[in-house]
Structures are given as structure tokens and as C-alpha cells.
């Protein structure tokens, strides 16, 4: 659990792909009213592929910690494959167990990536309900 515990702080110390986009197909920011959390995603689509990912925000370990290991798991991916991803491939980046207060925190970056997608493809935002399901 340590070793799990570790990562999560090196990845929230030293985040992968954060930092400036200068000129993304899509940006899409999400706070998480709950604790203030909050993303902005910035994703460069070619050929329906996830070419690139830049994103800033602040907040806790767990939601910046999330957010980069979850943006190196998207490149190279399809918007298609991106868009169907379930909450459960953030938990499996993440190795820890994830309370019930702290799941929002965890999934900020899905519900990001899913409400930049919908506004990609010409759709309105969703909730949160409506985009993780709970």
C-alpha cells in the first residue's frame, strides 16, 4: 500500500503532461464543488486519435495524481474507446483503495475527458450523475 501511497505523491509532486496547449481541438474545465478541485483538460485530436493532452488544475494528491496518470493512459487512444471508458480504469491507474468521499476527487479527470469529448462532438455538458453515474 505504501508503494501505492508513493506514487500517488510523486504523481501529484512531479504530474505528467501539465502545462499550457497552445492550440487544442478541445479544452473543457471541471471543478468539483465538493472540495474545489478543479481541472482544465486540453486534448489535441488527429484522425479521431488523442494525438496529445496538456491540463492544469489544483486541488488534492488523489485528483491531480489522477489526472496525470490518467492523461499518459489516453494518448494514442480513440475518442470512440476514450468516451466508453467506466470509472474503474482511473481506480486501476490509481493501485488504492478509494473512499466514498474521495471518489469525486478521483473521477474529476473522467468526468472532464467525458464532458471535453461531448463538447468535441457539438453536446452540451453533462452532470456528474449523468457522465460517471453516481
Not at 487512444?77 to 469525486?104: N, Q, Y
Amino acid at each position: 500500500m505504501d508503494l501505492y501511497a508513493e506514487s500517488i505523491l510523486d504523481h501529484a509532486h512531479h504530474p505528467l503532461c501539465k502545462g499550457p496547449m497552445k492550440h487544442p481541438t478541445v479544452s473543457h474545465e471541471e471543478t468539483n464543488a465538493s472540495c474545489g478541485d478543479s481541472l482544465e483538460l486540453r486534448l489535441l485530436i488527429k484522425g479521431k486519435r488523442i494525438n496529445d493532452i496538456r491540463w492544469e488544475g489544483e486541488g488534492c494528491a488523489i485528483s491531480q495524481a489522477a489526472m496525470s496518470m490518467f492523461a499518459g493512459h489516453l494518448k494514442g487512444m480513440t475518442t470512440e474507446e476514450a468516451a466508453h471508458l467506466p470509472p474503474r480504469s482511473v481506480f486501476d491507474l490509481l493501485k488504492v483503495s478509494i473512499g466514498p468521499r474521495r471518489t469525486k476527487c478521483a473521477l474529476l479527470c473522467l468526468h472532464a475527458l467525458k464532458n471535453a469529448l461531448r463538447k468535441l462532438n457539438g453536446e452540451p455538458a453533462q452532470s456528474w450523475t449523468e457522465t460517471i453515474g453516481n
